[in-house]
Nanobody
Framework: VQLMESGGDLVQPGGSLRLSCSAS????????VNWYRQAPGKERELVLT????????NFADSVKGRFTISRDETKNMVYLQMNRLKPEDTAVYFC?????????WGQGTQVTVSS
């Protein structure tokens, strides 16, 4: 199983980014898929989870109303749409899938929000 995040970039405050999580060896639509982030000097934080049965759960109050999560089953990908970005959103963003066998992570993608 491999997960790969992409889409991270340097963006100005107020801007938008869409992060992508692609997978091989696992069908993302059959699992809950999590987006985490880790800012420098801070613990990894669970941001959003898209549920295998539909819907999502927002775990980070700081992103409510700004971030959304979605899935494209035909491409086996999960997306994190981030709008109205703030400097405090700067972090490495990771996607994660937990199966009965293991806990899988991508290598992360860097998001930097700065003017």
């Amino acid at each position: 199983v491999q997960l790969m995040e992409s889409g991270g970039d340097l963006v100005q405050p107020g801007g938008s980014l869409r992060l992508s999580c692609s997978a091989s060896g696992v069908t993302l639509s059959t699992y809950n898929v999590n987006w985490y982030r880790q800012a420098p000097g801070k613990e990894r934080e669970l941001v959003l989870t898209i549920l295998k049965y539909g819907g999502y759960t927002n775990f980070a109050d700081s992103v409510k109303g700004r971030f959304t999560i979605s899935r494209d089953e035909t491409k086996n990908m999960v997306y994190l749409q981030m709008n109205r970005l703030k400097p405090e959103d700067t972090a490495v963003y990771f996607c994660n899938v937990r199966t009965l066998a293991s806990d899988y992570w991508g290598q992360g993608t860097q998001v930097t929000v700065s003017s």
